[in-house]
T-cell receptor, first 113, second 115 residues
Framework: GAGVSQSPSNKVTEKGKDVELRCDPI?????LYWYRQSLGQGLEFLIY????????KSGLPSDRFSAERTGGSVSTLTIQRTQQEDSAVYLC???????????FGPGTRLTVL | AQSVTQLGSHVSVSEGALVLLRCNYS??????LFWYVQYPNQGLQLLLKYTTGATLVKGINGFEAEFKKSETSFHLTKPSAHMSDAAEYFC?????????????FGAGTRLFVKA
């Protein structure tokens, strides 16, 4: 079946603009994760959705970052008033349930000029 | 809160030599442990995982890892490196909480394989 998809694959924006990044998880996967991977850095946890539970937002770096997951499927990560330090690859992953294997999307490369 | 430490951001081995990538974790409850690999210009994929049961876990491409609770370690090994093993490797720990299971990744270790 289809894997995790993310759009757009690349996004170039100007400092101060808002951006929306989309993630389509594998059908039936109840857990969805967002990570950020900066150049030369590891994966930084951002937010985690599990079924209908309240999301774990403990990794969001500032209140400019928010995410939602509609209908337990598609998720959107929104970054408001982007800054240059937001430039990174944003990865989405889904799993059947929490501790299972995570399947990663190809990522969205965000560049803030 | 859980955390993961990977010792060595870069490891270089000769083709045919032993590969050892170190991972230590911190968790107040029994964790689930993972190794993921990211080949150049590719997405992350699971290499192997420990959930319960046997502490020596075998994964793809000849890799294995051993969960040592007393040492809070989950080191990744492969007896003989191949050029195709050159990639970045990430250790991850997943621990349950009231909202489900949160996964924390280590900073990654880039493996170089010399001919």
């Amino acid at each position: 079946g289809a894997g995790v998809s993310q759009s757009p694959s690349n996004k170039v924006t100007e400092k101060g603009k808002d951006v929306e990044l989309r993630c389509d998880p594998i059908s039936g996967h109840t857990a969805l994760y967002w990570y950020r991977q900066s150049l030369g850095q590891g994966l930084e946890f951002l937010i985690y959705f599990q079924g209908n539970s309240a999301p774990d937002k403990s990794g969001l770096p500032s209140d400019r970052f928010s995410a939602e997951r509609t209908g337990g499927s598609v998720s959107t990560l929104t970054i408001q008033r982007t800054q240059q330090e937001d430039s990174a690859v944003y990865l989405c992953a889904s799993s059947l349930r929490g501790p299972d294997t995570q399947y990663f999307g190809p990522g969205t490369r965000l560049t803030v000029l | 809160a859980q955390s993961v430490t990977q010792l060595g951001s870069h490891v270089s081995v000769s083709e045919g030599a032993l590969v050892l990538l170190r991972c230590n974790y911190s968790s107040s409850v029994p964790p689930y442990l993972f190794w993921y690999v990211q080949y150049p210009n590719q997405g992350l994929q699971l290499l192997l995982k420990y959930t319960t049961g046997a502490t020596l876990v075998k994964g793809i491409n000849g890799f294995e890892a051993e969960f040592k609770k007393s040492e809070t370690s989950f080191h990744l090994t492969k007896p003989s490196a191949h050029m195709s093993d050159a990639a970045e490797y990430f250790c991850a720990v997943s621990v349950g909480n009231t909202g489900g299971f949160k996964t924390i990744f280590g900073a990654g270790t880039r493996l170089f394989v010399k001919a």
